[in-house]
């Protein structure tokens, strides 16, 4: 099945996201049960470890940017995105649930798509945007 290359980075995008829901869920419940730290600590700890590797499985996975000079403004901005997308995502859960009626449960999945799709286009446009070479 041929699939162009913004569609195949979007299925990576989608892959990556999947796996790091996985890690933060997983060190939120050993940190929780096993380390018995509180759960409120340990999600602030999970959601760094997510960050980390989501961080860099976009960037040199998804997206192949090999770059090392701009990490650091990279990683701000991803940063920046990933907490913009919190609140959006809790202003949009809440509308969704308390103005439409709808589950809080499918409301996530539908906003968790729509935040998912738009951060890849940010990502994509602004964050892990491939530099032209300046050679004649």
């Known amino acids: 099945i041929y699939m162009s290359e913004t569609h195949y980075q ?20 050993s940190l929780t049960e096993f380390l018995r730290i509180y759960y409120l600590i340990s999600a602030a700890l999970a959601f760094c470890v997510a960050f ?10 998804t997206f192949k940017d090999a770059s090392t ?16 997308n ?4 809790m202003v949009l859960l809440y509308a969704l649930v308390e ?11 539908i906003v968790g798509l729509v935040l998912a799709i738009a951060t890849f286009i940010i990502s994509r ?12």
Not at 86 to 89: D, E, I
């Open 69 to 84: 000079d701009r990490v650091a403004s990279q990683m701000a901005l991803y940063l920046s995105l990933q907490l913009a």
């Open 10 to 29: 979007m299925l990576k995008y989608l892959c990556v996201g999947g796996v790091v829901v996985a890690i933060n869920v997983s060190v939120l419940y």
């Open 99 to 109: 103005y439409l009626g709808i589950w809080y449960i499918l409301a996530e999945l």
């Open 125 to 136: 446009r602004f964050i892990f945007v491939r530099q032209t070479s300046d050679a004649i």
């Open 86 to 89: 919190l609140c959006a995502n």
């Open 52 to 61: 980390l590797v989501s961080f860099f499985l976009q960037k040199s996975f």
